[in-house]
């Protein structure tokens, strides 16, 4: 059930444009998670390695991180460059610090921006990842450009931060919304990336929020995060540059979506689209039609928390009893039961057939 922080901290990177994560370990670690996604998306993933064997680990492996490094940007040319740890190296203990300091000097003539995540195998999941991910961007990107360029709020601009438990055709969508109010999204990161719009082969991914976009959120009006575990990133935000938020747990179901719509239009200062107050009733006709089979039934979960947040939302609203497992803390083994139907990811096909 549960996936390592360096693979949701990857699927944060996917979201900015011209990025390439490289996570600091051997190369199984990064083969295997590339795989994962790829099977996952359905789409070309961004993500490298530094390529760690025995005896980087015994001798000392900050080289490997400095020639990988160089080497993608001569070849590659990225924006921005995620370094990710790995249980490997975390165990070891490397100064990572140092490593990424002594980096960024050798390659001071560059324009790519390094950012550096601790994302430790051990601990955490996913969700966690990604979380850790988003942060690091914002510090390094957002702040950093705050603190060349003076702040000043851009009317109609808002931040977006948005969690892993969204799919791609979900930031499509959000996108839509929003701009239907005469809002202007700066989306961090965008998953639309992967949506199968991207044409080509690239070893960077395409398409995502641009760094240019990143620098321009400390000039943002306000925030809207969406998941639990973006609310850290929305105060920070606020701490460093005054912007108010508003966080979501989720944007299913009748609560949760209106919540966000009367966000928007008070931002805006205009009225719900005619097109959304149609959809509200097609959802709620759609609700009734389906709560004969939702209605009194049992639903356990067992998701990374902001989809079982989500997913829990809508659920009650139809009637089930929902049972929630934390991702994090226990996996699928340990799960018992008489329930009417069983959500996961594909892992819990052995857990399915014997309940």
């Not at 996917?14 to 994962?36: E, R, S, Y």
């Not at 892993?164 to 996108?175: C, G, M, N, V, Y």
């Not at 998701?303 to 079982?308: I, K, N, P, Q, V």
């Amino acid at each position: 059930l549960k996936h390592s922080q360096s693979i949701g901290a990857a699927i944060a990177f996917q979201g900015i444009h011209k990025a390439l994560p490289i996570i600091h370990g051997a190369q199984g670690c990064t083969f295997l998670g590339k795989v994962l996604l790829t099977k996952h998306f359905r789409e070309p993933i961004a993500l490298a390695s530094t390529k760690l064997f025995t005896e980087n680990v015994v001798m000392g492996s900050e080289e490997n991180i400095t020639e990988a490094v160089k080497g993608f940007i001569e070849k590659n040319n990225p924006e921005l460059i995620g370094i990710l740890t790995s249980g490997l190296s975390e165990v070891k203990g490397d100064d990572m610090d140092s490593a990424i300091k002594n980096l960024k000097f050798k390659i001071q003539d560059s324009k790519c921006q390094i950012v550096y995540v601790s994302t430790p195998d051990y601990e955490g999941g996913l969700g966690g990842g990604y979380t850790r991910a988003v942060e690091a961007i914002l510090d390094a990107v957002a702040t950093h450009a705050a603190n060349v360029h003076s702040s000043q709020f851009m009317e109609g601009q808002i931040n977006v931060l948005a969690g892993s438990h969204l799919t791609p055709a979900d930031f499509t969508e959000l996108r839509e919304i929003i701009e239907s109010f005469g809002l202007r999204p700066i989306i961090l990161p965008d998953l639309s990336a992967l949506d199968g719009s991207r044409q080509g082969m690239s070893a960077l991914s395409l398409g995502g929020t641009k760094i240019d976009e990143i620098k321009e959120m400390s000039k943002s009006e306000f925030t809207i995060a969406i998941g639990e575990s973006m609310e850290t990133s929305a105060k920070k935000l606020k701490d460093r540059f005054n912007i108010e938020y508003k966080a979501l747990e989720s944007i299913a179901g009748l609560r949760h979506t209106d919540m966000f719509m009367e966000t928007l239009s008070m931002l805006s200062g205009k009225p719900i689209p005619q097109k959304y107050e149609r959809q509200r009733r097609i959802l709620i006709d759609g609700m009734r039609d389906a709560h004969f089979y939702y209605g009194n039934k049992k639903i356990c979960l067992a998701l990374e928390s902001d989809l079982s947040v989500q997913m829990s939302s809508w659920l009650d609203e139809m009637g089930a009893e929902v049972f929630g497992v934390d991702a994090n803390k226990s996996g699928l083994f340990p799960i018992e039961g008489e329930f009417d139907l069983f959500i996961s990811n594909s892992h819990a096909e052995d857990t399915a057939k014997r309940l």
